[in-house]
């Protein structure tokens, strides 16, 4: 088995609160895995964990209990996070640069400079389709752009991972949909993506695995087919099937003459999965 791009091992987040001799658990054993070249989702309401954990994971919050890994190294040494692009959920830049001088800062904070940086430059603005903007300031751009320059940013390394929290808060569906066209084009070159999200039908076109998090704990996890598969149940597709074959499908497809097209286990949606994982953790902690 290939090394993950991301390993979270028991994990655990204990914040105690100044004060009032209370601690909250942000985080509770959790485990998790994401293979290279995955698109990643973690779910969750508010307060569910889901920034704490990518906090750690970028090694920015230390653990009270547990380990995360980046490609094998320990996330809480700065060299595990040289492969490793990220974009905040509310990303703050200086709006009085260009797109492309923008570009150009994080490049240099990257090390780089020269041709290479220049040429880098025309191919995040062409990646994020900012090319035509690229000698604007940012205090005129959308809140849809603004997040594209954060993305463009995210990936001026060419890092092996990208980080997203919460990539399209705020952004209009127009700018919502071409973000999601970025995170599939991103998995196309191979580019690992783990992001969080509260958009889950957004989620349910782009992520190859999902993990909810419910009061800190992992409650579902696993491929977006296993998880909106219903259980118990199988749909048939029938071609050349007559109207009274419905009736008796179970004893009469075979005899009547019928080519069996498709069988699959019937999806739920995301959304349904959520709402009811998400409940049963809160009736279970009350």
Same mark, same amino acid.
């Given at each position: 088995?290939?090394?993950?791009?991301?390993? $979270?091992?028991?994990?655990?987040?204990?914040?105690?609160?100044?004060?009032?001799?209370?601690?909250?658990?942000?985080?509770?054993?959790?485990?998790?895995?994401?293979?290279?070249?995955?698109?990643?989702?973690?779910?969750?309401?508010?307060?569910?964990?889901? &920034?704490?954990?990518?906090?750690?994971?970028?090694?920015?919050?230390?653990?009270?209990?547990?380990?995360?890994?980046?490609?094998?190294?320990?996330?809480?040494?700065?060299?595990?996070?040289? &492969?490793?692009?990220?974009?905040? @959920?509310?990303?703050?830049?200086?709006?009085?640069?260009?797109?492309?001088?923008?570009? !150009?800062?994080?490049?240099?904070?990257?090390?780089?400079?020269?041709? !290479?940086?220049?040429?880098?430059?025309?191919?995040?603005?062409?990646?994020?389709?900012?090319? @035509?903007?690229?000698?604007?300031?940012?205090?005129?751009?959308?809140?849809?752009?603004?997040?594209?320059?954060?993305?463009?940013?995210?990936?001026?390394?060419?890092?092996?991972?990208?980080?997203?929290?919460?990539?399209?808060?705020?952004? /209009?569906?127009?700018?919502?949909?071409?973000?999601?066209?970025?995170?599939?084009?991103?998995?196309?070159?191979?580019?690992? +993506?783990?992001?969080? &999200?509260?958009?889950?039908?957004?989620?349910?076109?782009?992520? /190859?695995?999902?993990?909810?998090?419910?009061?800190? +704990?992992?409650?579902? @996890?696993?491929?977006?087919?296993?998880?909106?598969?219903?259980?118990?149940?199988?749909?048939? $597709?029938?071609?050349?099937?007559?109207? @009274?074959?419905?009736?008796?499908?179970?004893?009469?497809?075979?005899?009547?003459?019928?080519?069996?097209? /498709?069988?699959?286990?019937?999806?739920?949606?995301?959304?349904?999965?959520?709402?009811?994982?998400?409940? !049963?953790?809160?009736?279970?902690?009350?």
């Amino acid at each position: 088995m290939s090394e993950p791009a991301v390993a $979270v091992t028991g994990l655990t987040k204990v914040f105690p609160v100044p004060l009032q001799r209370r601690s909250i658990v942000a985080v509770r054993d959790l485990n998790l895995r994401v293979d290279a070249g995955q698109v990643y989702g973690l779910l969750g309401p508010n307060g569910s964990g889901k &920034s704490t954990t990518l906090k750690i994971i970028l090694g920015l919050v230390s653990p009270t209990r547990g380990k995360t890994e980046i490609f094998g190294h320990d996330s809480s040494r700065v060299a595990s996070r040289e &492969s490793v692009g990220f974009l905040p @959920e509310s990303p703050y830049f200086y709006k009085y640069l260009t797109a492309a001088e923008t570009l !150009r800062f994080y490049g240099k904070l990257c090390g780089m400079r020269g041709e !290479r940086l220049s040429a880098r430059i025309d191919e995040l603005l062409e990646l994020v389709r900012l090319t @035509e903007a690229r000698n604007r300031r940012l205090r005129g751009f959308s809140k849809g752009m603004l997040q594209r320059i954060g993305l463009a940013q995210a990936l001026a390394h060419e890092p092996q991972l990208v980080i997203l929290d919460e990539p399209t808060a705020g952004v /209009d569906p127009a700018g919502s949909r071409e973000i999601r066209d970025l995170i599939l084009d991103l998995k196309q070159r191979g580019i690992t +993506v783990l992001l969080s &999200s509260h958009l889950l039908e957004q989620v349910q076109e782009v992520c /190859d695995r999902v993990g909810i998090l419910a009061n800190g +704990v992992l409650v579902r @996890e696993g491929t977006m087919t296993e998880l909106l598969a219903v259980q118990n149940q199988t749909e048939v $597709v029938l071609e050349g099937a007559r109207p @009274e074959l419905l009736t008796q499908i179970a004893a009469l497809a075979t005899n009547a003459g019928a080519r069996v097209i /498709d069988q699959r286990t019937p999806q739920t949606t995301l959304e349904q999965l959520f709402l009811e994982a998400t409940e !049963r953790s809160g009736d279970a902690s009350r």
